[in-house]
């Protein structure tokens, strides 16, 4: 394999590495400054954030993620990732170059266990998910209610991003991805009763526009801080 097919091959790795609050790529986002390499197989991604105080457990789960992911190409030898200009880069740099995981690295800092981090962010991108199929939805059938909703199970939904994005969410969590399988459902993939739907969907909106507008938000913020993460920045887009 040539070193453009391999940074062709690690950069599609980054691809699959999200911002655990924003729901996007760390690529689409321009959080990935650059990609090294060598003939030899050895790796060294660098990262950026929008801003030198963004929340600590977040830049380190995207660190360790995309060490992870560039961890598990087969042609990958020595993988290094550093996390630049973050007032916890030394920190968590040395986490990463040890394997010393997220106690590890933060020690008595670290309240919460990094899969149930995890968790919360998974949920909150499954709602939003989830909202933004079921508002397409409503605007392509103006005969729906939203007490119909009840009723519209996965098969219902129109072959489009927001389906394919909200199924990807369900599988993230463990939910059903059939057919027959109802769309609006709660955390634990139990379908909501009529009479709580719109506080669901009202919730599933708040939820929603936070995500997107933190989103956007951020990707000014690093235009601002790294006028040339224009250029490595994609549209707006759901994922």
């Known amino acids: 394999m040539t070193v453009d097919a391999r940074e062709r091959s690690a950069r599609a790795a980054l691809d699959t ?14 959080f990935v400054r650059s990609v090294t390499l060598t003939p030899d197989g050895a790796l060294t991604v660098r990262l950026r954030l929008p801003t030198s105080f963004c ?6 789960l995207m660190a360790s993620d995309s060490k992870d992911a560039l961890t598990a190409l087969p042609w990958t030898r020595d993988v290094v990732v550093l996390l630049d200009d973050h007032h916890d880069s030394d920190l968590i740099n040395g986490g990463l170059a040890e394997d010393a ?9 670290a309240e919460k266990d990094l899969e149930a981090l995890r968790l919360t962010f998974r949920r909150k991108a499954h709602v939003a998910a989830m909202e933004r199929a079921l508002t397409r939805l409503l ?20 072959e489009a991003p927001t389906s394919g994005a909200l ?7 463990g939910l059903g991805v059939a057919p027959s399988d109802p769309v609006l459902v709660d955390e634990e993939g139990r379908r909501v009763p009529p009479g709580e739907i719109p506080l ?15 989103a956007h938000f951020c990707r000014g913020l690093l235009r601002t801080r790294y006028p040339q993460a224009a250029d490595d920045q994609s549209k707006e887009s759901v994922s």
Do not use: K, M
Request: glycine share 8%; proline share 7%.
């Open 101 to 109: 995981g997220y106690r590890g690295t933060f020690g008595a800092e």
């Open 55 to 60: 929340s600590p457990n977040f830049a380190y």
């Open 17 to 30: 590495v999200l911002d655990p609050e924003l729901d996007e790529p760390i690529t689409d986002l321009g």
């Open 139 to 158: 605007r392509e059938h103006p005969d729906l209610t939203e007490e119909d909703l009840h009723d519209v199970v996965l098969g219902d939904l129109p």
């Open 200 to 214: 669901r969907l009202r919730f599933a909106r708040a939820v929603r526009v936070s995500i997107d507008g933190n």
């Open 167 to 173: 199924l990807r969410r369900r599988e993230a969590l």
